[in-house]
């Protein structure tokens, strides 16, 4: 996650333009912060789909803006925190992602969003791939590639890290301190973290991102990670410096191909 700078471009989220899958229809649904850019396979795709998720989306936001009334630490907090009696499900899997990760709950709120809502289109769809600023939750019977956007790096939308079907449903989550309007205390171009739930994932990047100051701390992130339960791989970039650990195939990014998808 990124701290506040001069990234407007980004905020607009104009990458999401740059890969598209053509076997998916595509869509967007915006609730306060949180701006989902969601694709399923063609078959599924209706209007009454995306009123639905529009309608699980208002529903998930109130159980936790309801909880964070309550409980206003849980918003505030950059360590893990615990939780109050009767706290909602999605709440108790921020807590749990933000205690194995060593942060705040937010930190893991986009991930845990997304695959909320991916976990309810499992019901209606055969191909799901959700983007929340950043994160991914994929559910795929198709080989898939995830274009890593890394600001100025020269690694950004030029490499896309390879998804299994065996491998789903996944999570790719990344984390940026050069990126984007949410806070990082690191300055990684992108930490990004290949796992499940994707709450975890969530927390792990904005860990991994905050451990990376300079491409000297690329090690540390790596072996903070691959310590973590859960997580199956780790891709971390600063300046035109990569390193990586884990499931983590790598490919190179071909403009417009037909099964790519945008990070």
């Known amino acids: 996650m990124a701290d506040n700078k001069n990234t407007s471009k980004y905020v607009k989220r104009d990458y999401r333009l740059l890969h598209t899958a053509s076997d998916l229809c595509y869509f967007n649904i915006k609730v306060k912060e949180s701006d989902l850019a969601i694709g399923v396979d063609t078959e599924s795709y209706s209007d009454s789909l995306v009123a639905f998720c529009e309608k699980e989306l208002f529903k998930v936001r109130g ?71 950043g994160d991914i939750y994929i559910n795929s019977s198709r080989d898939r590639k995830i274009a890593v956007f890394a600001g100025n790096s020269s690694f950004s939308n030029k490499i896309a890290i390879q998804v299994k079907p065996r491998e789903c449903p996944l999570s790719i989550c990344t984390s940026s301190g050069t990126v984007g309007h949410s806070l990082s205390f690191g300055k990684a ?75």
């Open 63 to 133: 159980d936790i803006e309801s909880y964070i009334s309550l409980h206003p630490e849980f918003k505030s907090s950059l360590v893990p925190s615990e939780l109050l009696p009767g706290a909602p499900a999605i709440g108790v899997e921020m807590a749990k992602a933000a205690r194995q990760a060593g942060v705040g709950p937010m930190a893991a709120v986009a991930g845990a969003v997304a695959e909320y809502i991916g976990k309810k289109l499992n019901n209606y769809t055969r191909e799901v791939i959700i983007e929340n600023g």
């Open 189 to 263: 171009d992108a930490a990004v973290i290949k796992g499940r739930p994707a709450a975890l994932a969530d927390a792990v990047a904005t860990m991994a991102g905050n451990l990376v100051k300079s491409k000297a701390d690329l090690i540390k992130a790596i072996d903070y990670a691959k310590a973590i339960p859960g997580v199956s791989g780790i891709l971390v970039i600063k300046d035109d410096n990569i390193a990586a650990w884990g499931e983590i195939e790598i490919t190179p990014v071909a403009r417009r191909n037909t099964n790519e998808s945008s990070q």
